[in-house]
């Protein structure tokens, strides 16, 4: 036994000799490592602290890293950082857990058992593990695939030109993947790139169905802007205070903040937003200088006339009680004229809005009110970013919709590809189990890589495991996107070196060196990503512009990217679209009701975690043990239901209930949530792993479940993707209960000063 | 019952009683007063045998002289020391040989060293040293902040605590203000926590209460 | 040199119209401050615990249904409910404001936990345990807290006396809002904030963001509450704890029958 101070008092006491102060000491501090090498030491003083970028965890945030001999001890946000300008998300330091995981792979792993037993050997890199794979290649490189995270700049290239040179294709992956949103963007505002959103100048915002505050596309810089549109110094003195109304069938956490928040029901988004656009034209309220004989081809508010409040309010499911005394029509009127008469205005939708079989339609609808709004490429509206000031790098992420995941399943099954290169991406798990893509992965006459960090789903499928180094390792860089509607280009640098007992090997690199050896120098002529990243560089400085302009040569320019974590210019911004003729009538003829995939009692809403998201984050045990900030829930699988509904069924707290749709059944801790509407089940996705570490799987099925087991993978959006929140649920409860590992009763609920109202100032306008 | 059956065992319980008491009197007045306990903790085995007395030795003395910061380079920027890389050793070393860095050490004993120095830098992996001077977990210890007040200022004696307890004349040079605490390093082919030098926490309060630096708890304990 | 020390006083602002929920705080404080892994086991015995937490409270019923977000950490009281009942001084009120907690001189008796009224005290039931290799992220900063003793938030002392070392000590200037920003010494959470909705500052420097409120809520005392200026106020206010806290109201432009419009 040794001796601590704990120890020592308990014998001291038995003893009754009495205590002599002994030290607290940790056997972590007993010994010392000193990295190989400090990386790139620019920063003199105290505690290093390197900028790099903060990895797919955070959807690229700008990140300082704290580095104390050679070990990572803290993330914070970059203030320099034009993105998320000094601030972070919950999830932003799960890549210090990444970092330092007891789980991670520690070296190349080459299959010995049947595919899918998990039985694998060590080898080593020279010559082996590169050997298999450069043979692998050579003979099954046509028509393979190539399947990573969402990746952008040089990564992103590097990918893109290796499969297609290779003769395959490169595509990202996402489980709730935003083909449906980009399509809309693009018919939109025919952009390629996604918007950035004004938040903080605007004054008022509806919101459909996009959680922009927890998990929704650049939710951090987002957030900082929904802090100063709340209480921002400008409106403090002004006294004018940010309105955000939601609408979103699900209580989101952005619904929790909303000032107004409509359940709608699922899928009718679009409708509600034509309706507002006929108010708004019908009633001439349009901001100055919009032409809305060019957005309806000279028709006006007739080419909305089948949207009219009166002729679609009945339809939109919206309570009664949230009427306020007035006709549900009366309603949307009001909606609209406040829409307009409080600008500047902003109208965003994604998520669960997109998200069904009409969800283009949805979307684009909503995004069509910005053109009325006058808010396109305006303060206190929408804009957008330029393209990549480098030709070459990719600036926005190529993400596969679910029909290319079901393209790729058939090909692999008719044999057209007879290789997976895999990259921290995990379709085994995130693809509806009814898209068999497990089966269509697990035969012998495909050959798979993983080049991931950590055993997964899909990764325990492979028969090379080639573990790439995790952000904080390597390195990169990233056209952010969202950008903050300048050029921006973030650097990403190896802060620390991997452990010792670690052995892992940059994916970019490997395919670089892949590259090289099949004769492919023309296309991906470097070595390393570094020097794809110093070629970048040079390239930049001969722009001339932005952080160039500051910097006496190349060299110079590469040390300020490091330093600061990028470049950018201010100057060169994005373009500002205008509408393309008869978009309104356009819209108005793709409008069609969503359909829902099965006949169960409930809508069925699956969505994001807050911090797990699609369970890409699971194996983080900070991620894990962070309570949900509506339920306080943890390491679990909630089914919420709306209380009344649990209560009426007999169901209560912690009691497991399946949850079944035509696709598959999955069972869950019931939460009984007040705030969910009646005739929605709701279900976060993230949990229900089955291999890789066991942070991610230790639940037993009962209270750990992909909720992506419920989609069927054939109900699709126009553009080809998930139709994720157009299903119908059954709901019932199995007769056992779990206690629910919740946050919320474990320190006495005495709503600390809040006493009705205390908590709360009444304002009466706004 | 006569009274003398009975008193041998009692009296073997007796002593042992007193016996046990009296060690662990005697362990506990041990620890208190000797640094460290028992001798406990003196100087560990290091992965690579560095002698301090080549490096850091006056040119006099046979030693090439570098100044502690040199290689401790965060001492007098932070609170930690810091223990270099790796890069840093290799970095002097092909200064001194840059065809053969394991031929930059003399002799043959040395030369096995250096070539685990260099086995490690290949391999990109670091040094696990073994700490030799150590505070308690709880307390802060700040190295910049005394290496300031022991090297700066006005020329002034200030009675010490630490070391030989002799009042010292300030400001030092960089070399003897490690010195107060660690001993000469300098001389020491292996380094030892230096004998006689307190870590009580009197020793602290005394000196910072007679200058005035403040004895808020928070200053050293986090 | 020993120099003359500079007063501070320092104190929060929690804005609650600004706070989103989001649960950035929590794991910033829990990375910075060693805190021990909430496994579930935790949870299901009701002993995790987190130095900052986000207290949810509905607010109503379906469909006019609010969630109310309130951050609760160590209010560092200046009559601390605490302090006094600690039987070996191991919390005290130092001369800048904090509430203190000296790990070393805990010896577990939870009397201090069960007398706060804010229950932001943390005992701990067990050895903190980390795998091997997440042991290399611990901060070396900061204490890590064994078995037994009681733990609670320290507005990042460690921070805040590594800003007074580098910025008073060492370079002769002073700690305001302006070095705690840009040299990197605001508490955790406070920097983490993705709303900018806690705010830091020394009570005692004139420029300092936090000062206007401090004011404001130490003129009007809770009987004069409604002569406030802001929307200032304290915790538990008629406990007269005096908190170095101050929490901003929400504001709900359609509560009381008031309607947006």
Redesign the interface.
């Known amino acids: 036994m040794k001796l601590t101070r704990r120890n020592f008092l308990a014998w001291a006491g038995l003893s009754a000799v009495g205590a002599v102060a002994c030290d607290v000491i940790q056997d972590e501090e007993l010994s010392l490592q000193s990295p190989a090498s400090l990386p790139e030491d620019l920063v003199k003083g105290r505690d290093n602290w390197y900028a790099t970028l903060g990895g797919q965890a955070t959807d690229g945030e700008g990140v300082i890293v704290r580095v104390m001999e050679g070990r990572a001890k803290k993330i914070q946000g970059n203030p320099k950082y034009p993105v998320n300008q000094g601030k972070q998300s919950v999830r932003s330091e799960a890549g210090l857990q990444a970092l330092y995981h007891p789980d991670r792979i520690s070296g190349p792993l080459q299959r010995t058992g049947p595919r899918g037993s998990g039985q694998y050997r060590s080898i080593q890199w020279e010559p082996e593990a590169l050997d298999i794979l450069r043979r692998e290649l050579r003979a099954r490189s046509q028509g393979m695939v190539l399947i990573t995270e969402p990746l952008r700049g040089t990564l992103g290239m590097i990918a893109d030109r290796f499969a297609t040179s290779a003769g395959g294709r490169h595509l990202g992956f996402e489980a709730l993947d935003d083909t449906t949103y980009r399509a809309a963007i693009k018919g939109v505002f025919d952009q390629d790139r996604l918007p950035d959103f004004d938040i903080s100048n605007a004054n008022y915002v509806i919101s459909f169905g996009a959680d922009f505050l927890s998990t929704w596309k650049g939710s951090t810089r987002l957030s900082t802007a929904y802090g100063e549109f709340r209480q921002g110094n400008k409106r403090q003195t002004q006294g004018s205070r940010g309105y955000l109304v939601h609408v979103d069938p699900r209580f989101s956490m952005t619904a929790a903040n909303a000032d107004e928040w409509l359940p709608i029901r699922p899928g009718m988004e679009g409708y509600l937003a034509l309706s507002l656009a006929y108010v708004i034209i019908s009633e001439g309220m349009q901001a100055e200088g919009v032409d809305v004989d060019a957005l309806t081809n000279g028709q006006g508010a007739a080419a909305l006339a089948a949207f009219a409040p009166e002729q679609i309010a009945g339809q939109l499911g919206i309570p009664e009680q949230l009427h306020e005394g007035k006709s549900a029509a009366e309603k949307i009127r009001d909606l609209a004229s406040n829409f307009m008469h409080h600008g500047p205005s902003i109208a965003l939708g994604g998520d669960s809005a997109g998200a069904h079989t009409n969800g283009q339609f949805n979307l684009m609808a909503i995004y069509a009110l910005n053109y009325l709004a006058g808010s396109v490429g305006s303060g206190g509206g929408m804009r957008f970013s330029p393209e990549s000031p480098l030709g070459n790098l990719a600036d926005a992420a190529t993400v596969g919709s679910a029909q290319d995941w079901a393209g790729v399943a058939n090909d692999i099954r008719s044999g057209r590809t007879r290789m997976v290169l895999v990259h921290d991406a995990n379709p085994v798990h995130g693809l509806p189990a009814s898209m068999a893509f497990e089966s269509a992965l697990n035969r012998e006459e495909v050959f798979i890589v993983s080049f991931s960090s950590f055993m997964d789903e899909t990764t325990a499928l492979a028969d090379l495991i080639l573990p790439d180094r995790v952000f904080l390792e390597g390195w990169g860089d990233d056209v952010p996107e969202p950008g903050p509607g300048y050029e921006v280009i973030g650097m990403q640098q190896p802060v620390v070196n991997p452990l010792s007992d670690l052995d892992p090997r940059s994916f970019g690199d490997i395919l670089l060196s892949m590259a090289q050896e099949m004769g492919q120098e023309s296309v991906l002529p470097w070595t390393s990503v570094e020097e794809a990243l110093k070629s970048g560089a040079e390239a930049l400085y001969n722009t001339g512009r932005g952080t160039s302009s500051h910097a006496a040569s190349a060299d110079d320019l590469w040390n300020m990217m490091l330093r600061q974590g990028g470049w950018w210019d201010e100057n060169a911004r994005g373009p500002v679209p205008s509408a393309p003729g008869g978009l309104l009538n356009n819209i108005a003829a793709q409008a069609r009701e969503p359909g829902y995939s099965g006949n169960g009692d409930f809508y069925l809403l699956p969505f994001a975690h807050n911090t797990l998201m699609d369970g890409r984050l699971a194996h983080i045990p900070w991620m894990q043990g962070v309570p949900d900030p509506i339920t306080t829930v943890t390491w679990q699988t909630w089914v919420e239901l709306n209380s009344s509904t649990a209560s009426q069924m007999g169901l209560r707290e912690g009691d497991i209930v399946s949850v079944a749709t035509d696709a598959g059944s999955i069972s869950g801790v019931l939460y009984p949530n007040p705030a969910l509407p009646p005739n929605v089940v709701a279900v976060p996705l993230g949990q229900g792993r089955k291999v890789g570490s066991e942070y991610a799987t230790s639940g037993d099925s009962r209270e750990s479940s992909n909720a992506l087991d419920l989609l069927s993978a054939g109900h699709l959006t126009e553009s080809g993707g998930l139709a994720w929140a157009g299903h119908r649920a059954s709901v019932s409860g199995t007769g056992e209960s779990l206690k629910i590992a919740k946050f919320e009763g474990i320190f006495p609920a005495r709503q600390i000063g809040h006493t009705a109202g205390e908590a709360v100032i009444i304002v009466t306008n706004h | 019952m006569r009274p003398s059956a009975n008193i041998i065992p009692l009296a073997i319980v007796g002593l042992v009683v007193t016996g046990i008491v009296g060690f662990l009197v005697a362990i506990i007045f041990i620890s208190w007063f000797s640094n460290p306990p028992f001798g406990l903790g003196n100087a560990p085995a290091q992965p690579i045998d560095f002698p301090h007395t080549v490096h850091a030795g006056s040119v006099e003395e046979g030693g090439v002289g570098i100044a502690c910061e040199f290689c401790h380079r965060n001492v007098t920027e932070g609170a930690a020391a810091t223990v270099p890389a790796v890069e840093q050793c290799v970095f002097c070393h092909q200064q001194i040989n840059p065809e053969n860095l394991v031929a930059s050490a003399s002799s043959s004993a040395d030369q096995a060293q250096m070539q685990l120095v260099v086995d490690k830098f290949n391999d990109n992996d670091p040094i696990n040293w073994e700490r030799v001077h150590r505070i308690p977990d709880h307390v802060r210890f700040v190295h910049e902040a005394h290496i300031r007040f022991l090297t700066e200022g006005q020329p002034r004696t200030v009675a010490m605590p630490m070391g030989d307890g002799q009042p010292r004349q300030l400001p030092l040079t960089n070399q003897q203000a490690c010195s107060v605490c660690h001993g000469d390093v300098a001389s020491m082919n292996e380094v030892q926590p230096t004998g006689g030098q307190s870590l009580k926490m009197g020793t602290c309060v005394d000196c910072h209460r007679e200058l005035n630096v403040g004895t808020d708890c928070t200053i050293c304990h986090k | 040199?020993?120099t003359s020390?500079i007063d501070h006083k320092w104190g929060m602002v929690v804005?609650?119209?600004?706070c989103?929920?989001?649960?950035?705080c929590?794991?910033?404080c829990?990375?910075?401050n060693n805190l021990p892994?909430?496994?579930?086991n935790?949870?299901?015995q009701?002993?995790?615990?987190?130095w900052i937490?986000?207290?949810?409270?509905?607010?109503g019923?379906?469909?006019?249904?609010?969630?109310?977000?309130?951050p609760?950490m160590c209010q560092h009281c200046e009559n601390a409910p605490c302090e006094p009942v600690c039987p070996v001084f191991a919390t005290?009120h130092?001369?800048?404001g904090?509430n203190?907690q000296?790990?070393?001189r805990c010896?577990g008796t939870r009397y201090c936990i069960n007398n706060c009224p804010?229950?932001v005290r943390f005992f701990n039931y067990w050895?903190p345990n980390w795998?091997?290799?997440?042991?290399?992220?611990?901060?070396?900063?900061?204490?890590?807290r064994?078995?037994?003793i009681t733990e609670k938030c320290?507005f990042c002392?460690?921070r805040l006396?590594?800003g007074q070392?580098?910025v008073e000590?060492?370079a002769g200037g002073e700690l305001n809002d302006g070095t705690l920003?840009s040299g990197?010494h605001m508490p955790?959470c406070v920097?983490?904030?993705?709303?900018?909705?806690l705010t830091f500052g020394d009570q005692n420097d004139v420029h300092s963001p936090v000062k206007p409120y401090f004011e404001d809520v130490n003129r009007y005392n809770i009987h004069h509450e409604k002569e406030r200026k802001t929307?200032g106020?304290?915790?538990?206010?008629e406990m007269n704890t005096k908190p170095n806290v101050i929490?901003?109201?929400?504001?709900?432009?359609?509560?009381?029958g008031?309607?947006?419009?």
């Not at chain 3, 989103?20 to 950035?24: D, E, I, S």
């Not at chain 3, 290799?133 to 204490?143: A, G």
């Open positions: 040199m020993v020390r804005d609650l119209d600004r989103n929920g989001c649960q950035a929590v794991i910033a829990q990375v910075e892994i909430n496994d579930k935790a949870f299901l009701n002993r995790a615990y987190e937490r986000i207290e949810r409270y509905w607010e019923d379906y469909p006019n249904i609010k969630a109310r977000f309130i609760v005290y130092n001369d800048e904090l203190v000296i790990y070393n010896v804010y229950q050895h795998p091997e290799r997440l042991q290399n992220q611990l901060n070396p900063d900061v204490t890590v064994t078995r037994g320290t002392i460690q006396r590594r070392i580098q000590r060492r920003k990197n955790a920097q983490a904030c993705p709303t900018n909705a929307r106020y304290r915790v538990l206010e929490y901003l109201k929400k504001v709900d432009p359609n509560l009381g008031g309607h947006h419009g």
